[in-house]
């Protein structure tokens, strides 16, 4: 028996979905970084900006950075979609690390312009465990999903 091959309409979707970045990781080639890659970056530095201004008690610099932890940029249409696709049904637990971030470096900003150094400290450290459970639980699947194994 002969059998005709079809390429199901999901599977045309999901190419479509698949840019030409994604094809290059998985044929072995040189993957170039998303968008998304530049706004966890920004976040890195921000971070640090701030274990900086803590070290000196630097309270003004906590409050100014603290909103560029709370609103961080997000990568454009496209790139989310794929992104939240590639979630899946982990995508609640992804908005909700990204929720607790906001909500920490939020209430870091109001005890830093309290002057209050034991409150910020603590807010900060909320701020890491929620980067730190979302990284753990989503960084190396994501690196291999978009960029190939590493």
Known sequence: MNK???????????????T?????????????????QGVMQQLGRDMQAVTDAISTENWEAVAELAPK???????????KT????????DIGKFHRFDGEVHEAAAAMKE?????????????????QQSCLACHQNFRKPFVEHFYGPR
């Open 20 to 36: 030409a970045t994604t094809l290059r990781a998985e044929a072995g080639g040189p993957a170039e970084p998303l968008v998304f």
């Open 111 to 127: 005890a830093a312009q309290r002057d209050d150094g034991q409150a910020v400290i603590s807010t900060f450290a909320k701020v």
């Open 4 to 18: 005709s091959k079809y390429i199901s309409v999901p599977a045309i979707a999901m190419v479509l979905l698949t």
């Open 69 to 79: 932890i709370a609103h961080h940029a997000e990568p454009p249409a496209e790139e």
């Open 82 to 89: 794929r992104i939240l696709s590639w979630l899946g049904s």
